[in-house]
Nanobody, 127 residues
Framework: QVTLVESGGGSVQPGESLRLSCVSS????????MAWFRQAPGKPREGVAR???????TLPDSLKGRFTVSKDNAKNILYLQMDNLTPDDTAMYYC?????????????????????WGQGTQVTVSS
């Protein structure tokens, strides 16, 4: 059974921080790629951060400096540290994983093709 469970979302004010967590079942932990995506109401899903089996990370230029992705291999947890949040960061955040290198490489922009998904955790940034 493959499961991804996100947590850590909530309501914060602009400028504050949140750390999202994604606990992965053991069978997905050796997968090639894990990633965070987000989707705001009325907008398409977008890639936020990814980390591959080798520990290499990728984030869109617009989020570099504010968002950091990491994983704790011992605890099977993927993290997304989000700092200096703005209202534009308001969205449902999803954790996803896939064992295929080409999916990790080619599908990060939208997430289409990622096989396994969590249920999402809501992040709301407002004053």
């Amino acid at each position: 059974q493959v499961t991804l469970v996100e947590s850590g979302g909530g309501s914060v004010q602009p400028g504050e921080s949140l750390r999202l967590s994604c606990v992965s079942s053991p069978s997905t932990w050796a997968t090639y790629c894990m990633a965070w995506f987000r989707q705001a109401p009325g907008k398409p899903r977008e890639g936020v951060a990814r980390i591959d089996l080798h520990g290499s990370t990728t984030l869109p230029d617009s989020l570099k400096g504010r968002f950091t992705v990491s994983k704790d291999n011992a605890k099977n947890i993927l993290y997304l540290q989000m700092d200096n949040l703005t209202p534009d960061d308001t969205a449902m955040y999803y954790c996803a994983s896939d064992a295929r290198e080409y999916v990790c490489r080619d599908s990060f922009e939208t997430g289409n093709g990622f096989r396994f998904w969590g249920q999402g955790t809501q992040v709301t940034v407002s004053s």
